[in-house]
């Protein structure tokens, strides 16, 4: 099966446009976060996820962790889907459902070591999809998202095996590894940002040797 296709980091309408053309399922838009490239205003979203035809997913991602809070950015972003980049309490996945349940919620587990297999387990129930990265949120300054680092793949493979739900699979993907990894982890999805870009912007290049290494070009 060749997995979906997700670029993220996106920073405006044209690089939105791009990334459909390239056959992207869904596009990351990241707010306001600790650290790690991409983000914007949740104005800059909102305008963005207005141009996006269906059937593209647009995934909100957020560091926030209360359900309110969280529910609040998503209406003013009103994108359909949003990405939880850190660790939340039960109650806000509850609260989600109740107050939005046209919502998709997909959460980042960050691969430090084999406790996220059993993490993914506990969780997946509550969301509808996982996404595997690279970052700490046991840093000083927490990173959750973007770091360009690629993690073991045969903890990710572990997760897709588990997981109750679909898994995408993000952190130092790009051209040179994104057949490996998808050989390796079998992933629902892939998830790009620094390596599908060139000083902070889109590269349409990068992006088509991606497309065409996942079998999709």
Known sequence: MIPRLKVCC??????????????????????????????????????????????????????????????????????????????????????????????????????????????????????????????NPKKKTKELGGTGRTHDWSVSRQVVEASPVPVFLAGGLGPRNVAEAIAQVQPFGIDLCTGVRTRDRLDESKLAALVRAIGRG
């Open 10 to 135: 996106i920073a405006s309408v044209d690089e939105a446009r791009l990334a459909i053309r390239a056959g992207a399922s869904a596009l990351g838009l990241v707010s306001q976060m600790p650290s790690g490239p991409g983000p914007i205003s949740d104005e800059a979203i909102a305008v963005i996820a207005r141009t996006v035809p269906p059937p593209a997913a647009t995934f909100l991602l957020t560091c926030r962790t209360d359900g309110s809070e969280i529910e609040d950015q998503v209406i003013r972003c009103r994108t359909n889907t949003v990405q939880l980049v850190d660790e939340v309490p039960d109650e806000t996945y509850r609260h989600l459902r109740r107050t939005l349940p046209w919502l998709k919620i997909v959460q980042v587990l960050h691969v430090m070591d084999e406790t996220v297999v059993e993490e993914a387990r506990r969780i997946g129930p509550m969301v509808d999809a996982l996404l595997l990265d690279s970052g």
